[in-house]
């Protein structure tokens, strides 16, 4: 279930919206990313038993503020900014099926509202976090004890600036040796824009000993890295399986 018995009605209803989503091919972490969102979201509103479909204008501001900057348990900026986004979308549904008739998270420039001309919650940009240079070398040495698929992984991630998704989803025929060339399918992009990125000669021979390994194992084609899992042996590698090994 999405949530809990206070909000079975709404659960069931975004669990429609989801699945729709899901139809309209809206990828598989954008959809665990929205449910997430609408999680929380109504996790806040059974604490004050309010079903989550006749929640107002003054109850959204009042599950922002716990998450502003300064509070004792502040929310990321980019993690409100997803939250805010996913229950506008799913309030949107709900104007759609006739379930509600105005949204109460109003859109930048939404005319009468307390939030016109600017977004509900000001947008944070901070610098990225960068790793010094004793951060990298023991990432380094914890990397050169892992499997030969995992070195590679990180490597071709790092080369090529891959997100998990596009690395998980690479393929045999994707690859060109000759060039040192691989081509990232657009419908593995989050911007759906297909590009090819290239990778150092020091891969070279980490790639190649990796296809060996799985040419004695049978595998010829479709995708380059596999599960090595009891379970799921051979099977194509997860997003949230190479979530798990990075973390």
């Known amino acids: 279930m999405l949530t809990t018995l206070f909000c079975t009605p709404a659960s069931s209803q975004a669990e429609r919206w989801l699945g729709l989503l899901s139809d309209l091919g809206r990828s598989p972490a954008t959809i665990h990313a929205y449910r997430g969102a609408l999680t929380h979201f109504f996790h806040f509103c059974c604490q004050r038993e309010l079903p989550p479909e006749q929640a107002s204008f003054e109850d959204i501001a009042a599950y922002i503020r716990p998450q502003l900057p300064g509070m004792p348990q502040p929310a990321a900026s980019a993690t409100l900014q997803l939250r805010l986004s996913a229950i506008r979308l ?4 709900l104007i759609y099926m006739g379930v509600i008739s105005r949204n109460p998270l109003p859109r930048a420039g939404t005319p009468h509202m307390p939030s016109a001309g600017r977004g509900m919650v000001q947008r ?13 070398y023991h990432l380094l040495g ?6 030969l698929r995992d070195r590679l992984m990180l490597a071709l991630a790092y080369h090529g600036a891959l997100r998990r998704t596009e690395v998980t989803t690479i393929t045999i025929e994707d690859i060109d040796p000759a060039h040192r060339l691989i081509r990232i399918r657009a419908e593995n992009t989050k911007g759906k824009r297909e590009r090819v990125v290239c990778y150092g000669p ?3 021979p980490v790639l190649a000993a990796h296809l060996r390994n799985l040419r004695q194992a049978g595998i010829t084609g479709g995708a380059l890295f596999r599960s ?3 379970r799921n042996y051979g099977s194509p590698l997860s997003y949230w399986s190479w979530s798990k090994t990075v973390r």
């Open 142 to 147: 914890y990397i050169s004890d892992c499997s």
């Open 202 to 204: 020091a891969i070279t």
């Open 228 to 230: 090595f899992s009891d």
């Open 124 to 136: 944070i940009t901070r610098l990225p976090q960068i790793p010094d240079d004793g951060q990298w």
């Open 90 to 93: 799913w309030f949107d549904y």
